[in-house]
């Protein structure tokens, strides 16, 4: 791997600096080194993504969700080896040590093999009647609303287009004519489009039944999302965690306005101050393992939310994936008019 010093980090480095060198790199694993340039251990976006399962602060120390024994090579090690190591252990990055631990370098997994595009389906639910924007989706679906020039469902498939995503579907039901006519058969952005119609309402997971026998992961979205996420990472955590449905969650705070007032039947137990509350809200943005679509019944109207929730009654793996990138649900006027001025 070519540049690798600029992926090497110190203790006193925060957890944000590893987060703007993974960006910098376009790498996803930062090495913490001594003053001596020994290898400390290592932090990938996994790492960090756990961690903020765990409240972790992005201003901590990169050592809070460090990896201290990553799997290593010798500089004298064989290509060969190294392969076989990231082939039978599954994992994307080997750092090459000397005797005395000192890094020389980093193999990665593509730098042995080329990365190919992706060729797993994705459904945009575009059919929701958008009432929260009325007057704007009286006479237009919600996913087409503009956002400085692009409409909302666009952006978010160039998006995926650029990370090498081909495949799509778009759920479509309020005004879906309009979305069929613009986008057509996906020709003018290079590649395949086609439409779950329904001819009633079935939620935002009911659709999923009318694909024709998926065999590959799905990535399922909301149509109405502007976010910078790298839906390959995504991908990635959803495999090697062995998931039947991923879950994209991004965490958020909310400050009670009033004195909390913590009792037990009408004994008082404490007060707090305005406290501060922390939740993980759902994103609208899913990995789905084909075979969870058998727990649709045919027609059935079913929302992701209950989707989800019979999957975990049935004891199937359900996992979150924190978002630290850039995410917005544009719920309403208030929330389309601060993405608008965020992408000018």
């Not at 929730?309 to 979150?320: P, S």
């Amino acid at each position: 791997m070519k540049n690798w010093q600029s992926l090497v980090v110190q203790s006193f480095h925060s957890i944000k600096d590893a987060m703007n060198l993974f960006e910098k790199n376009n790498a996803q694993i930062v090495l913490v080194v001594d003053e001596s340039n020994v290898l400390l251990g290592t932090v990938t976006d996994g790492d960090i993504r756990r961690g903020l399962l765990k409240f972790v602060n992005l201003t901590d120390s990169v050592i809070t969700v460090m990896n201290p024994k990553p799997i290593t090579a010798f500089a004298h090690t064989l290509e060969d080896e190294v392969l076989k190591k990231i082939s039978n252990l599954d994992i994307k990055y080997v750092p090459i040590v000397d005797e005395k631990r000192k890094i020389k370098g980093v193999y990665s997994k593509e730098d042995f093999s080329k990365v190919l595009p992706k060729d797993n389906p994705v459904i945009i639910m575009a059919g929701g009647d958008g009432i929260r924007l009325r007057p704007l989706t009286e006479n237009l679906p919600k996913p087409l609303v503009d956002i400085n020039g692009c409409p909302i469902i666009e952006r978010l498939l160039l998006q995926l287009i650029d990370q090498g995503f081909g495949k799509f579907y778009l759920s479509v039901n309020y005004l879906g004519e309009m979305i069929e006519n613009y986008f057509g058969e996906g020709k003018k952005w290079g590649v395949e489009i086609s439409y779950l119609k329904e001819d009633q309402k079935l939620g935002t997971a009911g659709s999923l039944h009318l694909l024709k026998s998926p065999n590959k992961d799905l990535i399922v979205l909301n149509g109405d999302l502007v976010t910078s996420i790298n839906f390959k990472q995504l991908l990635a955590f959803h495999s090697d965690e062995k998931a039947d449905v991923t879950i994209g969650i991004q965490h958020i705070t909310f400050r009670v306005p009033y004195g909390v007032v913590n009792y037990t039947e009408v004994k008082v137990d404490s007060l707090e101050e305005k406290p501060v509350l922390n939740y993980h809200v759902n994103c609208g943005i899913y990995v789905v393992n084909p075979k969870c679509l058998n727990e649709i019944r045919i027609e059935e109207k079913i929302d992701m939310t209950c989707l989800i929730n019979r999957l975990i009654d049935k004891k199937y793996r359900v996992l979150a994936f924190p978002i630290y990138e850039e995410w917005h649900d544009i719920g309403n006027i208030r929330d389309l008019e601060k993405v608008r001025g965020i992408y000018k």
